[in-house]
């Protein structure tokens, strides 16, 4: 690993399910610092390449590294904090237990005071950590989610659809954590299908469909390419059958 390396690279990905082919030749490479957002459809392959990413399950062709190191590699992984699309913990946990458990992996300790700072800048109630978890709402409970990803304090962040559950409120006060994480250096890589909120706060945009990536750069130029203000309106009109080169 090199200190220029890149936080995440992925070169000539190939997945293929019972014949049918998820991804394609998938290639791209993370720029330290930056928030990077990864949209499309559902099925269009987004989950997969995550996983692959995360070693959870296997390419047929292609690599992933972590800061130039594959991400087989358990310790370049340790480098990364990750919030997967449904977040389940065991109901009998209480979110502090939780937080407790989640650091442990990383050989951390749990600062309580900093737990409840984070979580009130999530919009989390603070007194919820007090309580099991199988009492959560879905809001919450994806609030506690995040809330784990932020407090590893990981390089590189990967989150499968963090704003799933949100109410605009605490969509708001994600964003601003994402970007206040930025600002500390941090990358992130994250899926959505809330495309305002990708044109919003992401430097760039990697578009999937049917398996390929077929776009990679800043959500401007997406935008300009289909004469489109809006960025769903442009994602649209991308997946309508027009071809469009890279950034």
Not at 148 to 153: C, E, K, L, T, Y
């Amino acid at each position: 690993m090199t200190a220029t390396a890149s936080p995440l690279s992925v070169h000539d990905v190939h997945k293929t399910y019972a014949g049918r082919k998820v991804l394609a030749d998938i290639s791209f490479s993370l720029v330290p610092g930056e928030i990077f957002g990864l949209i499309g459809l559902n099925g269009a392959g987004k989950t997969t390449l995550i996983k692959i990413i995360l070693d959870l399950i296997n390419a047929q062709q292609g690599d992933a590294k972590i800061f130039g190191a594959k991400s087989t590699n358990l310790q370049a992984r340790s480098q990364l904090s990750y919030l997967p699309e449904k977040f389940q913990p065991s109901r009998y946990l209480k979110g502090m237990e939780y937080l407790d458990l989640a650091l442990s992996y990383y050989r951390k300790k749990l600062d309580k005071n900093e737990a409840q700072e984070k979580a009130a800048k999530l919009d989390l109630d603070p007194k919820v950590l007090a309580l099991r978890v199988g009492g959560y709402s879905k809001g919450v409970g994806q609030k506690l989610g995040l809330l784990g990803a932020f407090m590893v304090d990981a390089s590189l962040l990967i989150l499968d659809e963090p704003m799933s559950g949100l109410d605009p409120s605490a969509r708001i006060k994600l964003k601003n954590m994402l970007l206040d994480q930025k600002k500390q250096g941090k990358t992130i890589f994250f899926s959505s299908h809330i495309l305002s909120d990708i044109d919003e706060i992401c430097d760039r945009i990697g578009v999937i469909h049917e398996g390929k990536l077929f776009f990679i750069g800043t959500p401007q130029a997406f935008k300009a390419n289909y004469q489109e203000t809006s960025l769903e309106k442009a994602f649209l009109n991308s997946i309508e059958g027009t071809d469009v080169a890279s950034h």
